[in-house]
Every structure is written in C-alpha cells, then in structure tokens.
C-alpha cells in the first residue's frame, strides 16, 4: 500500500513540476530554458546513427537535411564510446528557442529541423521512412480524448524528445 502511494505522490511531484516548467516558458522563456535543462544553448541538434563516421559525408546530406541548403550548418563525429555516429545541425540563423506551449501550437522554429533529423537517421540506418499507419477510414464519434490524441499525432513528428 506504502508503494502505491509514492508512486501517487512521485506521478504528482513530476506533474506540479512540468506545470512550474510551462509557467516559466510564458513568463520568462530565457529562465525556463537554461543550458542544463534540456535545450543546448549552442543551437546543436544531435542524433545518434548506428554506422562508422566515415560513412557519412557533410556534403552529401540525406534528402531530409540537404533541403534546408546553406541555412543549416552540420558536424559529424564519432560518438562517445564507439556507438556510432553523432549527427549534428544547427539552424545558422538561430531564432530564440520556443517554449512548450510554442511547440504544441506548431510555431517552433526549430521543429523541421529536428523532424528532418530523425528523417535522416531513418534513411541513413534502414533505407526509408517510417511512417504510422494511416487511420482507418470511415467516420468515428468524436471524443474529448480521440480529439487529443489526434492533434498530438499531428504535432508529434516536429515534437522531439527533450
């Protein structure tokens, strides 16, 4: 009984806690997003590929980042402790990092880039895309959580893990 209710009292600390994060990104975006707290203050977005540094070329970037031209800059080194390859892209014309709610509402400015991240890794590690399967056709009865979960899915491609 003693475990249930820690987990209760961990679930709402975690809870109280993303709220206190969501109130400081509209009251003050440059407090709520200190370098430590998830967003690098360098700009630096970085995925992890499971193939040899030589293997990847800066000039000859997948399709999903080679779109973006001149306005992105990329690196490309080993990663830590022989487990790959980091690929890494910044935007050059570094806009003020979004807050949460920024990124819920689709106005992250860099959103296409970490989505064209993740595209590349999925190129460059198994060939293609990965896509969800699309929703089966007909009509369903709209639902408070159905609603939710739509428009999650919608957003999540440029979402990110942070």
Same mark, same amino acid.
């Given at each position: 009984m003693t475990s249930s209710? /820690?987990? !209760?009292a961990s679930l709402a600390a975690r809870g109280a806690g993303s709220v206190v994060r969501h109130v400081r990104a509209v !009251?003050? =975006?440059?407090?709520?997003? =200190?370098?430590a707290a998830g967003h690098s203050a360098s700009g630096w977005l970085v995925v992890t590929v499971f193939v040899e540094p030589s293997e990847l070329d800066a000039a000859k970037l997948p399709a999903p980042l080679a779109e973006f031209g001149d306005r992105i800059e990329v690196r490309i080194q080993a990663a =830590? /402790?022989?487990k790959g390859t980091e690929l890494a892209a910044r935007l050059r014309d570094r806009p003020r990092p979004g807050g949460a709610l920024s990124r819920l509402s689709g106005q992250d400015p860099e959103a296409g880039l970490r989505s064209a991240l993740r595209r590349a890794k999925q190129l460059i590690e198994v060939g293609e895309v990965l896509a969800v399967d699309p929703v089966p056709h007909g009509e369903?009865?709209?639902? =408070?959580?159905?609603a939710f979960l739509e428009g999650w899915t919608k957003a999540a491609p440029k979402g990110g893990v942070r």
């Amino acid at each position: 009984m003693t475990s249930s209710i /820690g987990n !209760v009292a961990s679930l709402a600390a975690r809870g109280a806690g993303s709220v206190v994060r969501h109130v400081r990104a509209v !009251v003050n =975006p440059s407090a709520a997003h =200190p370098a430590a707290a998830g967003h690098s203050a360098s700009g630096w977005l970085v995925v992890t590929v499971f193939v040899e540094p030589s293997e990847l070329d800066a000039a000859k970037l997948p399709a999903p980042l080679a779109e973006f031209g001149d306005r992105i800059e990329v690196r490309i080194q080993a990663a =830590p /402790g022989g487990k790959g390859t980091e690929l890494a892209a910044r935007l050059r014309d570094r806009p003020r990092p979004g807050g949460a709610l920024s990124r819920l509402s689709g106005q992250d400015p860099e959103a296409g880039l970490r989505s064209a991240l993740r595209r590349a890794k999925q190129l460059i590690e198994v060939g293609e895309v990965l896509a969800v399967d699309p929703v089966p056709h007909g009509e369903r009865t709209a639902t =408070p959580g159905g609603a939710f979960l739509e428009g999650w899915t919608k957003a999540a491609p440029k979402g990110g893990v942070r």
